[in-house]
C-alpha cells in the first residue's frame, strides 16, 4: 500500500521542480531563487541542532530580498522562504533519507485531504489551460486563459497556490518535533524586529530598498503581510509572558511589535492587542485592573494630545484610517450614510471582492473556479466593466472561491481538529489569529503562511494529532469526497474552459498569431508564424464563418518561390494550399452543426524580411489571417 508521507514527497517535489522551472526558464529570474535555495542547504549543513531557529530568524526577512530581482512582481510571488526551507529539506533526504521520510509520519490526514483537493483542482486547470483535450498542436502555446490575460504570466497563480500549501507544511512537521519552541519563537521575534527596524528607515529615511508593490513594508512582501507578522509577533510576545514566564523578552518584543502594528496601516493589527488587553482585564485582580486601565487611558489621552495639537502636523496615515473607519461606522449605525460611501471606506473594497467570492460560490458551490484562477473569472465576468483586481481579502472565502466549499469545509475540519488539542492560551491566541484572517488572505504569502504554521504548533510539542480511529471509515470518507470533487469537476469542465469564456464574450481564443493589423482596405487581420490555431464554430448548417487567407511572401526570395500552407479542423488535416503567387483564398469549414473545435494552419517556410535585407520588420511571419 501506497504511504501518505511518500504521496506528500512526490507531489511536493514536483510543485517545487515545477515553480523552480517555471521562475528560471519562463520569468528568466535566477540568481534570487538559486541563492535563497543554496542558503537553505548550507543552513542545514552547518547549524545541525539549530536549523530550525536560523530559519525561524530568517523567514520575516528574506522575501524583502526579493525586491533585487523580482522584474516587477510583488515579492511574495517569487515564494523565497519556501525555496530556503525546500533547501534546507532537500540535504535532509540526502544526509538522513530515514529522518527525512519520518518527519513526514506526522501529516495530519485531514490537512493531506486537503492537499489532494488542491492538487486535484490545479490538474484540472492545466487541462483547460493547456489545450490537452482540444488540440496538441496547441498544447501550453500562449492561449488566453480569460478574454483579457495570456497564460504566459497566469501560471504563476496556481502554481504559487499549490507551492504555498505543499511546501510551507514542512515547516509545520517540523515544528511538531521540536520539543524546546521557546527559541523558536524568540528567533522568529528577533528577525521580525529587524524588519520593523527597516521599516523605520524606510519611512523617514526615504529607503527605497526592499520595498513590495506597497510601502513601508519592512521586509517582508508588503505592507499587508507586514501588518500580519505584527499581529502575529505580538501574539507571541503575549505567549512569553503567559506561557513561558519569559517576561524581559516577552515585554520587550511586545512594545516593539506595537510600534510596528501602529506603523503597518493595517487595522486589523489591532485585533492581537484588543485580545491580549481582554485576557489581562479577565485575568488579573481588580486592582492591576485598574492600573491597567488608567496606564491605557493615560496613553491614549496623551496621544490624543500629540495628534490634533502638534505643530509639526505628524499624522498617522494608519491612525487616520483609524478614525475615519470609527466616524464612518457611526453614521453607518445612525442610518445617515449616503449611497454606502462610509461602508465602502471601512471595508476598503473588501465588499466589493467579497461579492465576487460569494457570485463564484452560487456558480460552482462544490469545487469553485480552481487554484489562483480567482483573478481570472473575475476579468471574464467583468468583461468590458470596471473592477476590482485582487484577491477576495478573505481566507475563507479565498478557499471557497477558488477550491469550493468541499475544499473550505476540509480546511475548517482540520483546524477543529487541531483547536480539540489546544488549552487555554494557545487555543486563545489560535482563535485571535482566525478571526484575523477573516480579513485579509494571508495565508497567499509565504513568510505569513510559515507564522501561521508557528501559532498552530503551540502546544503540540509531545504528539501528533489523530484525526479518526477508525481508520477504515474515515478513508472511504475521504475516498467520497475526493470522488465527488472530481464528478463536479468533470461536470463543470467546460463551464470553466477558456474557450467557453471566450465565446461568452464575443472574443478570439486562439494562439500562434501575431498581433492585429490593418490592410489597405481596413481590414482587420493578424499575421501566423509556423503554426496557428484558432477556436470556430460552426452554425446550424455546419459551416463556419468566412476564412480568408492572403499570402504576403516575397515568394522570389523563397526557395522553391512556393509557400505551403497546411488547414487542419480537429486536430484532422482539411485541406493542402500551395501559394506560388500573392493571392488570398477565400473558404469555409465545413462539417455538423454546432460543431466546434480548433481550425489550424501550419506554414512552411515562414519568412523574416530583415534577414532578407528587405525591410526592418523582423518577425518570422507566414500568412495574413482576416
Not at 460611501?341 to 473556479?369: M, N
Not at 483564398?585 to 501550419?602: Q, S, V
Amino acid at each position: 500500500m501506497i504511504k501518505k508521507e511518500n504521496i506528500f514527497l512526490a507531489l511536493c517535489t514536483l510543485t517545487f521542480l515545477l515553480f523552480f522551472y517555471i521562475l528560471i526558464f519562463h520569468f528568466d529570474i535566477i540568481i534570487a531563487p538559486v541563492i535563497a535555495f543554496v542558503v537553505g542547504i548550507i543552513i542545514r549543513s552547518i547549524f545541525k541542532k539549530n536549523y530550525l531557529i536560523v530559519f525561524s530568524f530568517l523567514f520575516p526577512l528574506i522575501s524583502g530580498f526579493a525586491s533585487f530581482e523580482n522584474l516587477g512582481m510583488p515579492l511574495n510571488y517569487l515564494l523565497l522562504p519556501l525555496i530556503l526551507l525546500s533547501g534546507m529539506y532537500i540535504y535532509e533526504i540526502f544526509i538522513d533519507r530515514e529522518n527525512a521520510l519520518k518527519i513526514l509520519k506526522n501529516i495530519n490526514l485531514l490537512y493531506f485531504l486537503l492537499l489532494i483537493i488542491i492538487f486535484i483542482s490545479f490538474m484540472f486547470l492545466m487541462l483547460r489551460w493547456s489545450n490537452l483535450t482540444l488540440s496538441l498542436s496547441a498544447l501550453f502555446k500562449n492561449t488566453p486563459i480569460n478574454p483579457q490575460v495570456h497564460i504566459s504570466f497566469a501560471i504563476i497563480f496556481p502554481l504559487m497556490f499549490i507551492s504555498l500549501f505543499f511546501i510551507s507544511y514542512l515547516f509545520y512537521l517540523y515544528l511538531k518535533r521540536e520539543k524546546n519552541k521557546e527559541r523558536i519563537i524568540i528567533a522568529f521575534l528577533f528577525g521580525h524586529s529587524i524588519s520593523i527596524f527597516v521599516l523605520f528607515l524606510q519611512k523617514y529615511f526615504q529607503l527605497k530598498l526592499f520595498l513590495g508593490h506597497k510601502p513601508f513594508n519592512g521586509l517582508a512582501a508588503d505592507a499587508s503581510s507586514f501588518g500580519f507578522l505584527n499581529s502575529i509577533a505580538f501574539l507571541l510576545a503575549f505567549y512569553l509572558i503567559v506561557k513561558k514566564k519569559n517576561r524581559m523578552f516577552g515585554y520587550i518584543f511586545m512594545i516593539i511589535s506595537f510600534f510596528g502594528i501602529i506603523h503597518s496601516q493595517t487595522r486589523t493589527a489591532l485585533i492581537p492587542i484588543f485580545f491580549v488587553l481582554l485576557y489581562f482585564f479577565i485575568k488579573l485582580s481588580w486592582k492591576k485592573k485598574l492600573l491597567v486601565f488608567v496606564l491605557i487611558l493615560f496613553f491614549f489621552m496623551n496621544f490624543l494630545y500629540y495628534y490634533y495639537n502638534s505643530d509639526l502636523n505628524v499624522k498617522l496615515r494608519f491612525v487616520k484610517e483609524i478614525e475615519n473607519s470609527f466616524w464612518n461606522s457611526f453614521k453607518v449605525l445612525i442610518n445617515k450614510s449616503e449611497e454606502n460611501t462610509e461602508l465602502k471606506s471601512i471595508s476598503s473594497g473588501r465588499d466589493i471582492l467579497w461579492g465576487y467570492s460569494l457570485k463564484i460560490i452560487k456558480q460552482y458551490p462544490l469545487i469553485g473556479v480552481g487554484t489562483g484562477n480567482f483573478v481570472f473569472f473575475v476579468m471574464y465576468d467583468n468583461y468590458e466593466k470596471g473592477f476590482f483586481h485582487d484577491l477576495p481579502g478573505n481566507q475563507y472565502l479565498f478557499f471557497s472561491s477558488s477550491i469550493g466549499l468541499i475544499g473550505l469545509i476540509v480546511f475548517l475540519m482540520f483546524l477543529i481538529n487541531v483547536m480539540r488539542k489546544k488549552r487555554d492560551i494557545e487555543l486563545y491566541i489560535l482563535i485571535c489569529v482566525l478571526i484575523i484572517m477573516f480579513f485579509g488572505n494571508y495565508l497567499w504569502i509565504p513568510e505569513c503562511f510559515l507564522a501561521f504554521w508557528l501559532i498552530l504548533s503551540l502546544g503540540e510539542e509531545k504528539q501528533g494529532i489523530k484525526v479518526l480511529k477508525n481508520k477504515k471509515y474515515s478513508f472511504l470518507i475521504y475516498g467520497i469526497i475526493i470522488a465527488v470533487y472530481i464528478i463536479s469537476n468533470i461536470y463543470h469542465f467546460n463551464d470553466l474552459h477558456p474557450k467557453t469564456w471566450a465565446k461568452d464574450t464575443g472574443t478570439d481564443y486562439d494562439y500562434g498569431f501575431w498581433y492585429k493589423e490593418k490592410s489597405e482596405q481596413g481590414e482587420d487581420f493578424k499575421w501566423t508564424k509556423n503554426c496557428a490555431g484558432q477556436y470556430i464554430y460552426l452554425d446550424k448548417n455546419g459551416e463556419s464563418k468566412d476564412i480568408k487567407l492572403f499570402c504576403g511572401a516575397p515568394l522570389h526570395k523563397i526557395k522553391g518561390k512556393v509557400q505551403r500552407v497546411d488547414i487542419y479542423w480537429k486536430r484532422r488535416l482539411y485541406k493542402n494550399i500551395k501559394f506560388r503567387e500573392n493571392r488570398e483564398l477565400k473558404f469555409r469549414i465545413k462539417g455538423n452543426p454546432f460543431e466546434e473545435g480548433f481550425f489550424e494552419i501550419r506554414v512552411h517556410p515562414t519568412f523574416n524580411l530583415k534577414k532578407m535585407n528587405l525591410s526592418e520588420e523582423s518577425r518570422d511571419l507566414g500568412v495574413q489571417f482576416f
